[in-house]
């Protein structure tokens, strides 16, 4: 889902206070779905260390399924129900048009508790806090640092090379998870020798729309 001149991700209002207008498109999915079937949102910044199939399969009692369904509620992982989700999630002309589409629909889950339940496994894992790889319960790590994605340290030089730019332009550090980064160049290196290299997947360069200038005031660990 990518800011766009026309089409459901056009013309969202949510810039104004701030966030950037895909933080609340994760909404729209539902309405996008016809409210028909299931779907899964997550962030784009996450590395899959299972099966996503077994996500897929887990059974939805209402809404959907997220890390932690009470408290501080997680959204960077929703399995939606598309059909139970009408109703509770507008349509993308209504989402579109609010200040803060997803304030607005994270303040609606919290007071209805009953919509959201917890997933089997931990699918929004951040940083491999608390874990460690080859835990049965890790099924994804999610990445909470920008300039700790462990696909910057092979993009910014590719498209460098290339005469491009990546759209993150701060400074680029080591994640303080090595075994993360070790994981990540693996996977690549046989993603790449299956024939699913770059090549296959390439799309064109992020607009000035959707760019925004991240920095950090300061830095964690040690700079690549």
Request: aromatic letters at 10%.
């Amino acid at each position: 889902m990518r800011q766009s001149a026309t089409g459901p991700w056009s013309g969202w209002k949510s810039s104004s206070k701030g966030r950037t207008p895909f933080t609340s498109y994760r909404w729209g999915i539902p309405a996008a779905c016809d409210f028909k079937g299931k779907a899964i949102y997550v962030d784009v910044d996450f590395l899959f260390v299972a099966d996503l199939a077994e996500l897929w399969n887990q059974p939805v009692p209402n809404v959907g399924l997220v890390r932690n369904a009470t408290g501080k509620l997680s959204t960077s992982q929703i399995l939606f129900d598309c059909e139970k989700a009408k109703g509770h999630v507008p349509s993308i002309e209504k989402l579109r048009g609010m200040d803060d589409a997803h304030s607005t629909m994270l303040n609606y889950f919290r007071a209805h508790p009953e919509l959201l339940a917890p997933t089997v496994g931990n699918w929004d894992c951040p940083d491999l806090k608390g874990a460690k790889l080859g835990d049965a319960d890790l099924k994804a790590c999610h990445y909470t640092r920008i300039e700790h994605q462990c696909q910057l340290k092979h993009a910014i030089p590719r498209l460098a090379r290339e005469g491009g730019k990546h759209w993150y332009t701060g400074e680029v550090f080591a994640h303080p998870r090595p075994e993360l980064q070790a994981l990540f160049d693996s996977l690549l290196a046989e993603a790449e020798a299956a024939g699913e290299g770059i090549e296959k997947y390439r799309v064109d360069p992020f607009g000035e729309a959707v760019r925004k200038d991240f920095k950090y005031t300061q830095h964690v660990g040690a700079k690549i």
